[in-house]
């Protein structure tokens, strides 16, 4: 395969299950150890030799292009696409055929990461040259996935969130497909839930005799579409920092690896790693524990924070118990008052979850 390769990366998506944090933001856009999830797709598409990347967006997309610009920061040429409704990862396909053109092309979900990346698979696909690749990871609970049934190395059914599944291998978030994969998502209708389903379209292509690959993930694979998913994958990322100090620490100890970004300030505290402080943060009287990422210009005082993901500008005081397993969205401020009689106040949005423990 000589071809140049592109990559197609879906970001459009509404992220309901991230609710109340994705009213605001695009789920793609929510931060694992300081980074956007979408990042790490695109880092990982860059670093398997792709240049030129579509990125299809929905309602979140003036968000998406803010945060993405012309792709020349991550080493990338972006073209948005806009897609007129979320009807399905085939219809997103076909929405970029005119970026397509006859090319082969990478199919990342913007909300998923691949802890290895998918420059090994990547060349695996140009040396092989199939009409698909299909990624997959043997999971406790495939009814949530698509999941495909194999015949020694080769796929021979494909299904989208059976009730009943054949196997327990999960399609990962990462598809790779020569040009036909359009004709096939031309070929088929809409599921009983009104999508255009790639699972349907990959089926088409195994029913015609196509040739369509599968390659088992080994190392993990998350898809972050839930708070439990992001928290997980906040640990798995942090899990693998190495340690770097570029702002202030004063009268405050670091244990393990830890990550204080420029600007920081640490006055009075104990950070355990593994632990990410963004910039301009302070962090004063106060503990961070292991699996903490801190976003930029946050304010923890008086706190303990655990296992937890704090967005941009979160002020977090004068608490007498630890924060922990919680993903707290920008600006919200969370503070013990000394007022009698004692009570709980809130300001809360949508499909917020509050646990008092």
Known sequence: MSRNLKGLVLSGGAGTRLRPITHTSAKQL?????????FYGLEALRDAGIREVGIIIGDTGDEIREAVGDGSALGIEVTFIPQSAPLGLAHAVLTAEEFLGDDPFVMYLGDNLLRDGIAPLVEEFRASDPDAMI???RVPNPSSYGVAVLDGDRVVHLEEKPAEPRSDLALVGVYMFAPSILDAAKAITPSPRGELEITDAIQYLIDQGRRVEPHVVTGWWKDTGQVEDMLEANRLILDVIESRMDGDLVDSDIEGRVIVEDGARLVNSHVRGPAVIGRGSLIENAYIGPYSSISTGCVVRRAEIEHSILLERVHVEDLDARVEGSLIGRDVH????DAKPRAYRFVLGDSSVIGLT
């Not at 929510?30 to 979408?38: G, M, Q, S």
């Open 30 to 38: 929510v931060p694992v150890a300081n980074k956007p999830v979408l």
């Open 334 to 337: 969370i503070s013990r008052s």
């Open 135 to 137: 990624l997959l990871q």
